[in-house]
């Protein structure tokens, strides 16, 4: 059953389409994608780098996904027990059109795009990832962002069923994360859909994530089932738990060291034992599209 909302968009494709273009594959423990992302046309982005993307197996068994345990692989063996179709995001704060938004009411007319990413950890290890999505901004213009709202609050599914590692208080559940209303709409932001022209796999977010690519990975918050527009700065998951260490900005700076590892340099995740580290670039590489959002501030207080 779809979820009603208060959009009128026009009717999205029948299931039976989806499942037509392309019967996904398993694979890397757990590529259970929902049947509404089974279409991925994507067209080429110019937003893409030229590096050599990771391969995905590297890409879904090397990663952080606390909801599913503490370990990298820990994501890859438990996230097949997350249920992902039906599902829906819910958007209220200062928005024209609040509501429940059902996948399929999210995706329609979104211009899918793929993306070829940096992706840089705070733990200092980085990959390149071919992510499949759409513009943030996009979504946001659909439902109409009032002129009180400066800031975007995310929010992770809670279901400790279906992810263990919330069955313990290692985080205060739910994941959420922030960002800036301008750094929201820079064309860089991408809520992401897949990667590899494939459905999301569930260890890597599915079904629907953010991508911030010159932050700190743990900005791109996973399995995204809330947004908020809102006034004030929200409460971001890892700076509430310690404040010292992740500041709410978390962009990627070589010059602004982590207070227990240096972020000057970084290891690239499949490069192999004699590839030594490469020097980790200032917004990860993004520094012409967004150094101007950030003119005036101290980076090493906004950090």
Known sequence: MRIKTELKWSDVTPKAAWLSRRQLIAGAGALMATPALAKIDAAKSAYSISDEPNTLEQITTYNNFY?????KGDPARNARLLTTDPWSVKIDGLV??????????????????????RFRCVEAWSMIV?????????????????????????????RPE??????????????????????????LTIMATGLYGEAMPNQNGAPIRLVVPWKYGFKSIKSVVRMSLVAEQPQTTWNMQNPREYGFYSNVNPEVDHPRWSQASERRVGAGIFAGRQDTLMFNGYAEQVAGLYAGQDLSKDY
């Open 67 to 71: 909801e599913f345990g503490l370990d």
């Open 96 to 117: 024209d059109r609040p509501g429940n938004y059902d996948l399929a009411d999210l995706m329609k007319d979104a211009p899918l795009e793929e993306r070829i990413y």
């Open 130 to 158: 071919p992510w499949i999505g759409f513009e943030l901004a996009h979504l946001l213009n659909k439902v109409g962002v009032q002129p009180g709202a400066k800031y975007v609050a995310f929010e992770t599914l809670v």
């Open 162 to 187: 279906e992810m263990p590692g919330q069955q313990t208080a290692i985080l205060d559940w739910p994941y959420r994360e922030g960002l800036r209303l301008d750094e929201a709409m820079h064309p």
